[in-house]
């Protein structure tokens, strides 16, 4: 099953000029769903080849990288370890 949650800025943050590949992200550990993400193919070529998630792509939150690096949802994540403090 494929995942249909959105996180808060996974698509409307990207400017669709340059070319783009769509990540399939996953399974999430909570739920076991997929995700498929689109993005920046110049930008996932960088992230392959070792820049930290974070450097390239600073404007996105932390919830919609984890998904990108584990497949976790947020939601899931805050369901089976709860909220941060």
Not at 26 to 34: A, E, F, T, V, W
Not at 45 to 66: A, L, T
């Amino acid at each position: 099953m494929v995942s249909q949650e959105n996180p808060s800025n996974t698509m409307a943050s990207e400017a669709f000029t340059e070319p783009m590949t769509v990540i399939k992200c996953g399974p999430c550990i909570g739920c076991h769903n997929y995700s498929f993400v689109p993005v920046d193919e110049k930008k996932w070529q960088e992230y392959n080849s070792g820049k930290p998630i974070q450097e390239v792509w600073p404007d996105k939150d932390k919830n919609w990288r984890e998904m990108l690096i584990t497949g976790t949802h947020a939601k899931c994540w805050k369901e089976m370890f709860g909220e941060e403090e």
